[in-house]
């Protein structure tokens, strides 16, 4: 099993990201995926959850109406576009399968 982050960066408040999480060696339409986040000194949060068929999703109260979790099962993998950052946003965001599989997450950087 593989969960491989990609698209974060540094972006000033206001700017927008889109993170990717690509899966291999699973069924991935089978599973549920989530993006979640750590900050410094902070423990891991949910950020998003999206079922299996990508029917149903899920949000933090902190990034409700600015953050939308979506996925694409016929290229394995699950997106987090990110818009309106702000600077509470930074962090380190891992996807992770409802079986227990984590990515090794990307850095979001928000400063101006």
């Known amino acids: 099993v593989q969960l491989v982050e990609s698209g974060g960066g540094s972006v000033q408040p206001g700017g927008s990201l889109r993170l990717s999480c690509a899966a291999s060696?699973?069924?991935?339409?089978?599973?549920?995926m989530s993006w979640n986040r750590q900050a410094p000194g902070k423990e891991r949060e949910l950020v998003a959850f999206?079922?299996?068929?990508?029917?149903?999703?899920n949000y933090a109260d902190s990034v409700k109406g600015r953050f939308t979790i979506s996925r694409d099962n016929a290229e394995n993998t699950v997106y987090l576009e990110m818009n309106n950052l702000k600077p509470e946003d930074t962090a380190v965001y891992y996807c992770?399968?409802?079986?227990?599989?984590w990515g090794q997450g990307t850095q979001v950087t928000v400063s101006s």
């Open positions: 060696g699973f069924a991935f339409s089978h599973y549920s």
């Open positions: 992770r399968s409802s079986h227990g599989y």
């Open positions: 999206i079922t299996s068929g990508g029917g149903s999703t």
